[in-house]
């Protein structure tokens, strides 16, 4: 599987709200306006294996440290099995308020996933 990370001005020319990404289908971590927002599932991975999995991605990035994340709900069972997801469109933005976009999956087709994630 491949990922393609850029800063969000090489799909677009405006900044984003975290919250109309995720809408009300997509997933959403964010406090304070700085988190991550997905769209649509690229794959899943179970808890275990999503480090060894983001690690081994063929990954394509312009921003240093950015790239992919797995999201999810844990359980409070201690070794519970749980699922996280990856999403085919992330968007990260940080404190700075510079937005990052990760594409996971069909990666020639990242400006189109990109504004289809914008105007769903």
């Known amino acids: 599987m491949r990922a393609l990370t850029r800063p969000l001005s090489a799909f677009i020319d405006a900044?984003?709200?975290?919250n109309d990404v995720a809408g009300g289908d997509g997933v959403l971590f964010v406090r304070n306006a700085v988190g991550v927002a997905g769209r649509g599932?690229?794959?899943?991975?179970?808890?275990?294996?999503?480090?060894?999995?983001?690690?081994?991605?063929?990954?394509?990035?312009?921003?240093?440290?950015?790239?992919?994340?797995?999201?999810?709900c844990l359980p409070f069972v201690p070794g519970s099995p749980a699922m996280l997801a990856i999403p085919a469109v992330q968007f990260r933005k940080d404190a700075s308020?510079?937005?990052?976009?990760?594409?996971?999956?069909?990666?020639?087709?990242?400006?189109?996933?990109?504004?289809?994630?914008l105007h769903p």
């Open 41 to 72: 599932v690229a794959t899943s991975v179970g808890i275990d294996d999503a480090a060894d999995f983001l690690a081994e991605l063929d990954h394509d990035s312009t921003v240093p440290g950015a790239g992919p994340v797995a999201l999810g």
């Open 15 to 18: 900044s984003v709200d975290l």
């Open 97 to 117: 308020g510079a937005t990052t976009v990760s594409v996971v999956g069909d990666v020639e087709e990242a400006d189109e996933i990109v504004r289809e994630a």
